[in-house]
């Protein structure tokens, strides 16, 4: 009987450490996903004003070789 005990604490042991394991484990993978929506917002937002940014140079490209003409 003492035998079956100790098993049952080694098993319960275990179990505690594998669920504490799994545990952490999505801790981490949520905060890395947070981290990657975060940096894919940011990528997306810098791409928005990257166009912007060429348009305009555009439209400025094409004033200045009208005053030209």
């Keep these: 009987m003492g035998i079956l005990i100790i098993e049952k604490k080694e098993w319960v042991a275990n179990y505690e450490q594998m669920k504490s ?18 940096a894919l917002a940011e990528a997306k937002l810098r791409e928005e004003k990257l166009k912007r940014a060429i348009e305009i140079e555009k439209e400025c490209v094409s004033n200045v070789s009208m005053y030209f003409r």
């Design 21 to 38: 394991t799994a545990e952490m484990v999505e801790l981490t993978l949520k905060r890395e996903q947070s981290i990657h929506t975060a």
